[in-house]
């Protein structure tokens, strides 16, 4: 035998190649999927928890849950609220103007007023960024 001990090895040759194909296809299979805003769909620090309360109860009054710009009141609004799950609007939307949008308002971005601006927010520096990834997490473009 070259080079030591490899026949006490020999009988876990063949789950050796089974571990290492399941590894690669769970790598892939994870690996592909799109990162969710709050994983398993529960906040796991403070300012998520907020930000999906915020989402929940502020946002999707107007975007609608889903991000289709079909809230409940969406139909009370001059302009139509943003269609988030637009492939075209997404690419060219940066988020830092998102950001901006969700601390200042849609007036102070030259959109519309009926955005409201959410100066409460400038105490949790960490949720506009949350709110951001929820929504670039509706882009329908992307792959789920």
């Known amino acids: ?3 030591g001990n490899h026949g006490t090895l020999a009988p876990f040759a063949p789950l050796r190649g089974r571990v290492a ?6 790598a892939l299979t994870f690996g592909c999927q799109r990162a969710k805003p709050w994983p398993d769909g529960s906040p796991q620090t403070e300012d998520e928890q907020l930000a999906q309360d ?18 409940p009141t969406a139909h009370t609004l001059k302009t139509p609220p943003r269609n988030f799950t637009d492939p ?4 060219e939307e940066k988020d830092d103007e998102l950001e901006a949008v969700i601390l200042l308002g849609g007036a102070a971005m030259g959109y519309s007023s009926e955005m409201p601006p959410n100066p409460d927010l400038n105490k949790h520096p960490n949720v506009a960024p949350l709110l951001v ?8 473009s992307r792959p789920r």
């Open 1 to 3: 035998m070259r080079g």
């Open 21 to 26: 194909v399941a590894l690669w296809l769970a």
């Open 54 to 71: 915020l989402w929940t109860n502020r946002c999707a009054e107007c975007h609608g849950k889903l991000g289709h710009g079909d809230g």
């Open 88 to 91: 075209e609007w997404q690419k």
């Open 133 to 140: 990834k929820k929504i670039r997490s509706l882009d329908r």
